[in-house]
């Protein structure tokens, strides 16, 4: 079961999933951080819209690794992380910065089965 | 060369400015896709940026977020993006041009936007080391690097663009002085009245103005050391900044055969055509009536009227208007119209106020039917409304002098009727060209409902900004026009403002955020409302804060303040700043079993610096086990409650100033407010606990206790003011009590008591009524809910270190127990610092 709906193109760039933890493990309506080889992926659980969101944990805005400890919401309906250092938000649909500004993160599909999440890498 | 019908006509931009930007935004926004090819040269290795803006780059302002449009929008857009590649030369002939790479391109149609650069006089010594101009990022990368080793700074040329440079001197710590040629500030848009008036508030902010003044020569070797005048004075320097004017990029042009004007300028036809047909040039190379425009909108309007005759349409450029407004170093200097109309044929009506610092004139036709311009210093806030007057020539009111002085009563209330009473072809935005008539029907056909919006499908307000407080003000009264209610709304996930929906909360006994989501509201929430509902939810509940983790903020989330790097400062309690030499011992072996680097804060405690989020609940626990609670350092709290010495030791003393703080402080210890609480308590009028600088202050005299509120330090200070005199203790607590849950109720989110005081109608005769002689009725709810929370006070650290599964949460992976790699520190004068 897909959780996040990503687009063709992204699915098909998946070169394998990882076992990140257990459901239960993350929390609700929030951000928890996975740490897979040297890189650092924020996890988010959007409960009410059953859905599960990953993006790169590092905020480009000032370069720290936070955006797991973010809020999330929406922005119109589009799911989004705001980074606790200076509230820059990001969509987590395109990566996009969604206060104009020209960064962006990058964004991972993620995936649900037998209770573990599982995030979409590139080799 | 013969080609087909189809293919797109190839234009290319030379110059990748504000005005060079806009142009391509307009053209790729107003043509159908494929009717034109675009090729940028820009010789900066950034893409345009905001010039405007610049002096922001010395407080904080990142270059990224100066930026217009990043790299990635030009390949959005199909354009031809080449940074950092100068055009060497054009060949009008066979429609060519060739860069410093030796790459040759032809164009269909060629846009000059090559700006200007700075003016520099030629004065003996200017190529010196620590001579710099004022115009790129560059040029501020440049001076940011040399000024630590400077003390003082001059800046040659007292206009528009030298006193944006002297804020940056300023804002780079450097005793600062301006040098200016003409016998007034800002020649160009200041009579001899509002130049004194601009330089007094310059000068009381500790810049010195030199007028009538010529430099002849910079000394030093090899850096600058001294300026020499014409007058035979001369003046010590490290630091020199010429910002004397701009001189139009027009060596391209030349070099091509083109007409420029005696003094420079690439001159242009109405259609800002060059002498060749197929060559166009905008913004400030341009020269146009014998003008040059080194303003953005005239360059903004430049773009648009070639993008239209592009196009197809018809528009030709009619020379602008060279009204501005500005804040320079925080004061407010505007100029708009004929600023210096002549006597013979109007007359002026003019405001003078030494004191605060504030000069209005503004300039009537001969008949006292129109508003012709006029000139503001130290108060600019309806310039708006006075351009628009002018602009539109809209006829005076019987008392023109209420257009500055402010109605004061009589028959011509209605004078200024506010912004609906301008026509709809109004201009507002003059940068983007959108009428009143724009913003309005926006709101009105249902597409826009905020400023957002408009600006959004407008473009009103994205250019200088200027125009915002108007098009709010638009916005706002075509709300209300059409019957809608103008509401402060939280956001766009709740359609109540803060005191709303605490009620809601309240009567229907709403415990958790999801429920007042789903029941109130709609979405997922957002960073706004989140922390915002956290705050209610606890000013009501006071349950714990981390039984609902995820709506918190993250220093809420960790209980503790998130700093550089991504660890975490703790800051134990000390109330009143009183602690025993045994407390202080524990802290130090703390900090240095943690290697945490400690500094003592502003408000009387210590701060341990360092900590990693895996490391806070064993901190916490050494420092419950001897005796402390973490503080509140974070959060919007109670904070301190600072404290003078007091009657104890102090032989000035009145009253014991500590104790009284320390029980003020342990009384409200973990009320989340709206924004943040300070206090302070001083045992006698000289004041040494600063309480008057505080959200309450409370100071000895001789028969009790003056109460002050809503005072605050930061970035826009205010003194608190005197609520009541002579209180006992008791009496001073139950108004302290009932004016911060009245403040908990009644604010917006993050507005400090200060901002609640001054938007409160009635002021602070209105709160004493509600407070001491209960005109509401409401004082029995607010002392009982106050003590409610007084009561139901509990630990939030203790209640981590002795809940495993909420212990488990402090962990930066999760599904690892190893810290952050990423943490990384370096040593500075004793201590850790990180790097980052």
């Known amino acids: ?123 | 060369m013969s080609r087909l019908v189809a293919q797109p006509q190839h234009i290319v931009v030379i110059g990748n400015g504000m005005v060079g930007f806009k142009f391509c935004e307009k053209l790729v926004a107003k043509a159908q896709p494929g009717t034109f090819q675009i090729t940028v040269f820009g010789e900066e290795p950034r893409p345009a940026y905001d010039r405007v803006h610049l002096s922001a780059y010395f407080s904080g302002t990142t270059a990224e977020e100066l930026t217009m449009a990043p790299v990635e929008w030009y390949a959005q857009n199909n354009i031809n993006l080449h940074l950092g590649e100068l055009v060497t030369s054009v060949d009008a002939t066979t429609q060519t041009i060739t860069t410093h790479k030796g790459e040759s391109i032809s164009y269909d149609k060629l846009i000059l936007a090559t700006g200007s650069s700075a003016f520099v006089p030629p004065i003996n010594g200017v190529e010196k080391e620590g001579v710099f101009v004022y115009r790129t990022i560059e040029d501020l990368d440049a001076m940011l690097e040399y000024a630590p080793k400077a003390r003082t700074a001059a800046v040659i040329g007292g206009g528009l663009l030298g006193l944006e440079a002297a804020k940056a001197a300023v804002d780079m710590g450097l005793t600062t002085h301006v040098i200016e040629f003409a016998s007034r500030l800002m020649p160009r848009q200041l009579d001899e009245a509002g130049s004194e008036m601009l330089k007094r508030k310059l000068e009381s902010l500790g810049i010195s103005i030199y007028l009538n003044k010529s430099t002849t020569a910079i000394l030093g070797e090899p850096g600058v050391e001294k300026m020499l005048f014409a007058d035979g004075s001369e003046l010590n320097v490290d630091m020199i900044i010429v910002s004397a004017g701009i001189k139009p990029r027009d060596e391209l042009a030349i070099k091509a055969g083109l007409a420029v004007g005696p003094r420079g300028g690439i001159m242009v036809n109405d259609n800002l055509q060059t002498s060749d047909a197929n060559i166009y040039a905008i913004g400030e190379s341009a020269l146009h009536g014998g003008m040059i425009y080194g303003l953005v909108a005239p360059g903004y309007d430049m773009a648009d009227t070639v993008v239209t005759n592009l196009l197809g349409g018809e528009k030709t450029f009619k020379g602008f208007d060279m009204s501005t407004k500005l804040k320079l170093i925080g004061v407010d200097v505007a100029s708009f119209g004929d600023a210096f109309a002549s006597p013979a044929t109007s007359r002026s009506i003019v405001f003078e106020d030494k004191a605060k610092g504030i000069y209005k004139r503004i300039n009537i036709s001969e008949d006292g039917k129109y508003l012709v311009g006029g000139i503001l210093v130290g108060d600019a806030g309806n310039y708006n409304m006075l351009l628009q007057t002018v602009q539109n020539k809209i006829i005076l009111p019987q008392d023109p002098e209420d257009l500055i002085l402010g109605s004061r009563g009589g028959a011509s209330e209605s004078a200024g009727a506010g912004v609906m009473s301008l026509p709809d072809e109004a201009l507002i935005c003059s940068c983007e060209n959108v009428s009143k008539g724009d913003i309005c029907s926006s709101v009105t056909d249902g597409t826009c409902t905020d400023v957002a919006g408009i600006k959004k499908c407008t473009k009103a307000g994205t250019g200088c900004g200027g125009c915002v407080p108007m098009v709010n003000d638009l916005l706002n009264a075509t709300l209300k026009q059409m019957g809608k209610e103008v509401k402060k709304v939280l956001c766009e996930h709740f359609d109540y403002s803060r005191q709303e929906l605490l009620d809601l909360v309240k009567v229907n006994n709403i415990r958790s955020y999801d429920e007042l989501l789903h029941s109130h509201g709609r979405g997922d929430g957002c960073e706004v409302c989140k922390p915002a509902v956290a705050s209610i939810m606890a000013s009501t509940w006071n349950e714990l804060i981390l039984k609902q983790a995820t709506i918190q903020d993250t220093n809420d989330r960790y209980l503790a303040n998130i700093q550089k790097g991504g660890t975490y400062s703790v800051v134990p309690r000390i109330a009143g700043g009183e602690i025993t030499p045994e407390k202080l011992i524990v802290i130090g072996q703390v900090a240095a079993k943690y290697g945490l680097y400690t500094k003592i804060t502003g408000g009387q405690r210590i701060d341990m610096f360092g900590a990693r989020v895996d490391q806070l609940p064993d901190i916490w626990e050494e420092l419950i086990n001897a005796g402390f609670e973490s503080g509140h350092a974070y959060g919007k709290s109670l904070r301190t409650v600072k404290s003078c010495v007091g009657s104890t030791w102090c032989r000035y003393g009145l009253h014991d100033s500590v104790g009284f703080a320390i029980q003020v402080e342990e009384r409200y210890r973990g009320l989340r407010s709206p924004h943040k609480l300070k206090g302070g308590v001083s045992g006698c009028v000289r004041e040494c606990a600063e309480a008057q600088s505080k959200d309450f202050g409370i100071i000895a005299t001789e028969k009790g206790w003056n109460l002050y509120i809503c005072g605050n330090g930061g970035a826009k200070p205010q003194h608190a003011q005197l609520f009541a005199t002579d209180l006992d203790t008791e009496t001073c607590i139950k108004y302290l009590d009932r004016f911060l849950m009245f403040y908990i109720k009644t604010a917006e989110p993050l507005n400090r008591t200060a901002t609640w005081l001054n938007k409160m109608e009635g002021g602070m005769e209105y709160l004493r009524q509600v407070i001491v002689e209960d005109s509401l009725g409401i004082c029995a709810d607010l002392d009982r809910e106050m003590q409610f929370m007084v009561d139901t006070y509990a630990c939030e650290w203790k209640e981590v270190v002795n809940n495993p599964e909420l212990r488990q949460r402090f962990q930066h992976f999760i599904n690892t127990p190893e810290p952050d790699p990423s943490i990384r520190f370096k040593p500075e004068r004793g201590q850790k610092v990180p790097v980052v």
């Open chain 1, 1 to 123: 079961m897909i959780q996040t709906p990503p687009s063709a193109d992204r699915l098909a760039a998946v070169s394998f999933w990882f076992k990140a933890a257990e459901v239960s493990a993350f929390p609700e309506n929030g951000g928890a951080c996975v740490k897979y080889q040297d890189q650092q992926i924020a996890v988010y659980h959007f409960a009410k819209r059953n859905e599960w969101y990953a993006s790169q944990n590092l905020c480009p805005h000032k370069q720290q690794m936070i955006l797991a400890r973010g809020l999330i919401g929406d922005q119109c309906g589009e799911p989004k992380v705001a980074c606790p250092f200076h509230k820059k938000t990001f969509s987590l649909l395109t990566g996009e910065n969604l206060n104009g500004e020209c960064y962006h993160i990058e964004t991972y599909p993620v995936k649900i089965e037998d209770g573990y999440v599982y995030i979409g890498l590139r080799d």
